[in-house]
């Protein structure tokens, strides 16, 4: 199979395409990079500079880069590109290529903290999660972070309720 990563600059880039690799697929990757900043670009047959997730062009870019190393798969490594494609995945289904990343319903729920959290509560052992509105709920310190946030990116330590505002 031939595989298109993206965002190959990220951490777990190298890895996935040499683990890729040795099940004997072909790798091709993208990033918004030139390839020559890319910690183990040898990794890849070949590199296409892609645009930034969030700009119109990114969907119609992915498509063509697909098309041009007849990619049979798209595995998005990062959050951000699973946001962008994840609305598109019929488009790539009918090109015969496979957009390895949730329906995008599912995803905009899982990248939703709140709104996970609810849905969940009573199947599985959630963490309990808050906005702003449920201040009389809240004790501190605690842990915050962006309602859409990924990893650790806008996470804050909160000692006391007047910490609040600037989230």
């Not at 595989?3 to 777990?12: C, D, E, M, N, W």
């Not at 329906?103 to 990248?111: H, M, S, V």
Request: glycine residues 4%; aromatic residues 8%.
């Amino acid at each position: 199979m031939n595989i298109l990563l993206t965002a190959i600059g990220s951490a777990s880039a190298v890895s996935a395409a040499r683990a890729i690799s040795k099940k004997g697929n072909t790798v091709y990757g993208t990033d918004i990079y030139p390839s020559e900043w890319i910690y183990g670009v040898e990794a890849f047959a070949k590199v296409y500079r892609a645009p930034l997730a969030s700009s119109a062009e990114y969907v119609e870019s992915m498509l063509h880069f697909a098309k041009d190393c007849n990619a049979d798969m798209i595995i998005p490594l990062t959050d951000p590109e699973c946001d962008a494609l994840a609305k598109y995945k019929e488009l790539f289904k009918n090109q015969n290529i496979i957009l390895a990343c949730l329906d995008g319903e599912l995803n905009a729920l899982c990248r939703n903290k709140l709104l996970i959290q609810h849905r969940l509560k009573n199947i599985v052992n959630t963490i309990d999660t808050y906005t702003i509105r449920d201040v009389d709920k809240l004790t501190f310190p605690m842990i915050a972070k962006p309602i859409y946030g990924r990893s650790s990116e806008g996470l804050k330590v909160l000692h006391c309720v007047e910490e609040l505002e600037p989230i």
